[in-house]
């Protein structure tokens, strides 16, 4: 008898430390609520929300109707300590639900959702810096099989840490395959003519079990340490699905689904569109009534632009948008171009596209990967991002290896160098920025005596140690400074130092080497220089 009695209480206490265990949270992590409840009529017409409340603080998140009489509510605390919650609805069964749990502080993985910092850059919320390095694949979501997971392992393997992708399903050609899976419940469906499906829509009825999947490949990516900038519109379905002209207030009711049920990933961006220009049935005004309808919708004001086509540049002085994404590749062609972008909007600048490695026949889908790479390098030393993909076809209209539409392994050989990139970024004291942007598109800065130069493309001998005097953040480089300079090799992702200690001599614009001396060079492109005090 004793021991039944202890082992009973052996498993309530079990019970109970899990259920103390179920209702810790980190901080910056998800809580979520489930609640069955039967309602009468259409369940994702049930206004359903909570508040949030902290000792100090209050948030008001939406509920939403997940399936199968289940309504949810999704959390992201921002401090540590006591939640409680209240719930507010339409709907007697839910309204006036509570519940709270206890936020604790980040495990090792966990820096936050990423934010503004500096005007021009960014950082986790930890403070922790972080240097978007990242690629694109459209449609990797919604492929069927393992391609998913072998997308996320060649992230995991590349090292990139951001991906931007399609909410909505792609429509690549008349044969690519229709997806498993659609946003919305099917009214009904026929066979077109040609052989291709009509479908009617019941745009007032989500389909749960989409968003499911959307979330679980969105989870995989913050597992890696990626986030997720998920494309809300684009113009490629083309009519196929009818997702790219849906009017307005059936597009205003999907992001208000769509925030309610993603705002709590802490990886996730919003991307209003891909080249919003091509969505010529959209009203131009919309896009500004979906901006503030997606940053009304999220109280924790996850980073938010928008992307059009080839130098279409919009609004991205609006406070809506934190950021410019723009596809242009003019700017990161040459030295010191993209500084100017960043000087006219004074935001953090990605250039979401700049063309891409691949092997197409066109000329957006085929550039060598030490152009890929080059690009990149010529947006970071001039105090921007620059995103990258690759798009190898193995003949036309076959997208098995398409990395760009599909997602899988990678192809090419850019994504080999993003580690390396990346390990560059992260040993510097802070981002860069060209030292004398109007006069040297050459030399960038990351902290007091901490500077880089990246040849690109250009092939000398040497380089006679000369630095501008001027630098916009830092103090003036000190005469009797010395200094070291190591030779990194971008593309073969090599460190050799230079033997040579320089010691700084003043001049009126410029600091030189007061004897005048030089680093001898490998003769070889893609170089960069870096620059770095050596303590007496």
């Known amino acids: 008898m004793m021991r039944k009695i202890l ?26 609520y489930a609640h069955k409840a039967k309602v009468t009529g259409n369940p994702f017409d049930v206004s359903f929300s909570a508040t949030f409340t902290h000792a100090d603080t209050s948030l008001t998140v939406k509920g939403f109707y997940a399936g199968d009489n289940v309504f949810k509510l999704r959390f992201m605390p921002i401090k540590t300590g006591k939640w409680t919650f209240v719930s507010q609805s339409s709907e007697a069964k839910l309204n006036g639900l509570t519940g709270s749990f206890e936020c604790i502080e980040a495990g090792e993985n966990n820096h936050g959702p990423v934010q503004v910092a500096n005007t021009f850059h960014f950082k986790y919320a930890d403070g922790t810096r972080y240097y978007p390095i990242g690629t694109t694949s459209y449609d990797w979501m919604h492929i069927e099989g393992d391609y998913p997971e072998k997308t996320v392992r060649a992230l995991e393997a590349s090292g990139f840490n951001k991906i931007r992708m399609l909410l909505f399903v792609h429509n690549f050609d008349k044969d690519y395959p229709e997806p498993l899976l659609f946003p919305f419940e099917i009214k009904s469906q026929s066979k077109k003519a040609d052989g291709s499906i009509a479908y009617e829509w019941d745009f007032e009825r989500f389909n749960p079990a989409y968003f499911d999947m959307i979330e679980a490949r969105i989870d995989a990516l913050k597992a890696i340490g990626v986030e997720a900038d998920l494309i809300l519109f684009h113009p490629y379905d083309e009519g196929r699905w009818g997702f790219d002209r849906m009017p307005l207030e059936v597009s205003l009711r999907y992001l208000e689904y769509a925030l309610a049920r993603l705002s709590s990933f802490r990886n996730i961006w919003w991307s209003l569109a891909n080249e919003f220009d091509y969505l010529r049935l959209q009203a ?71 063309c891409y490695e691949g092997n197409m026949d066109n000329r957006w889908g085929s550039l060598s990967g030490e152009e890929m790479l080059y690009r990149m390098w010529q947006g970071i030393i001039a105090g921007t991002y620059v995103s990258h993909s690759e798009c190898y076809m193995d003949a036309p209209n076959d997208y098995t290896h398409d990395f760009l539409a599909r997602g899988g392994d990678f192809q090419g050989e850019s994504w080999k160098r993003i580690r390396f990139m990346r390990n560059i970024l992260e040993d510097m004291p802070n981002p860069l920025q060209l030292s004398d942007s109007s006069w040297d598109p050459y030399v960038s800065i990351a902290g007091p005596n901490y500077l880089m130069i990246y040849s690109g493309k250009e092939v000398a001998k040497e380089w006679v140690f000369n630095l501008p005097a001027r630098n916009p953040s830092y103090p003036r480089i000190k005469e009797g400074t010395r200094f070291k300079v190591e030779i990194i090799d971008t593309w073969n992702m090599t460190i050799e130092e230079c033997p040579i200690i320089f010691e700084a001599k003043n001049q009126r614009y410029r600091v030189c080497d007061k004897e005048n001396r030089a680093v001898a060079l490998p003769e070889r492109p893609y170089l960069l220089l870096r620059i770095t005090e050596v303590a007496l």
């Open 7 to 32: 082992c009973c209480l052996f498993a309530l206490g079990f019970i109970f430390n899990l259920e103390a265990r179920l209702s810790e949270v980190e901080i910056w992590d998800r809580y979520e």
């Open 284 to 354: 131009p005004e919309n896009w500004m009534i979906f901006t503030r309808q997606v940053v009304a919708n999220d109280p924790y004001r996850h980073l938010c632009s928008i992307h059009g086509s080839t130098a279409r540049y919009f609004d991205y002085w609006r406070d809506e948008f934190t950021h410019v994404s723009v596809q242009d590749q003019a700017p990161v062609e040459g030295h010191g171009r993209a500084a100017t972008v960043r000087n006219i909007y004074q935001k953090p600048v990605i250039f979401d596209e700049v």
